[in-house]
């Protein structure tokens, strides 16, 4: 089945960039996400990229996709403390006629001073 | 605004009861909802698919008997946790799709903390 892979833990100084890495292995993967879990949170949708995309922006989040090596990337920059949070790589996966979404282990961003 | 809301947030129960959590979606009608479980410091692991008027595709491992998914109306679907022992104790979090003219997103509830005592 679909596999989805994330470092686990990523620290950085306020206002510097963040990136954070994602390896799938389903190539027929069409929507990708982003999305961050604070302590006793649920789930919010940071962004998703289309699979016939290579980049998307949206404010300080960028978005990359390489489909060739099944890589994602999502980069934060000026990164605040407030970022400090899970953040979760998905990516949809075509089973018995639904498009369900399997995520990665999750990385833990830490933004320190 | 939220687009998925669960009900409730937070709930105990003790051991050998029944707990339902609900999941609707805001403002559109989701045909498909997904329901998953989270435990500590883990990643989100699908339980079932939750399919409006017939019956919920469960994921391997998983008791349909115990985790008993209703998917009763376009907007609502329910997860009842029955005879729920300590070991069933975790986030549950539902999802629903969202269409839009160029496919569809997933978005989150915000989640249910179950604690069995």
């Known amino acids: 089945g679909e596999d989805v892979e994330q470092s686990l833990f990523l620290s950085v100084r306020e206002g510097d960039s963040s990136v954070i890495n994602c390896t799938y292995t389903d190539s027929s993967s069409t929507y990708l996400y982003w999305y961050k879990q604070e302590p006793g949170a649920g789930l919010q949708l940071l962004t998703y990229?289309?699979?016939?995309?290579d980049m998307k922006q949206d404010q300080r989040l960028t978005v990359l996709l390489n489909k060739k090596d099944k890589h994602l990337s999502l980069r934060i920059a000026d990164t605040q403390t407030g970022d400090s949070a899970i953040y979760f790589c998905a990516v949809s996966s075509l089973s018995g006629g639904y498009n369900k979404l399997i995520f990665g282990a999750g990385t833990r961003l830490a933004v320190h001073p | 605004g939220a687009v998925v809301s669960q009900h409730p947030s937070w709930v105990i129960c003790k051991s050998g009861t029944s707990v339902k959590i609900e999941c609707r979606s805001l403002d559109f009608q989701a045909t498909t909802m997904f329901w998953y479980r989270q435990f500590p410091k883990q990643s989100l692991m699908l339980m079932a698919t939750?399919?409006?008027?017939?019956?919920?595709?469960?994921e391997q491992g998983v008791e349909k008997d115990k985790f008993l998914i209703n998917h009763a109306s376009l907007t609502l679907s329910t997860l009842t946790v029955t005879s729920a022992h300590p070991e069933d104790s975790s986030f549950y979090i539902c999802s629903a799709s969202f269409p839009q003219t160029s496919g569809s997103t997933i978005y989150f509830g915000e989640g249910s903390w179950l604690t069995v005592v």
């Open positions: 990229i289309f699979s016939n995309m």
């Open positions: 939750s399919n409006e008027g017939s019956k919920a595709t469960y």
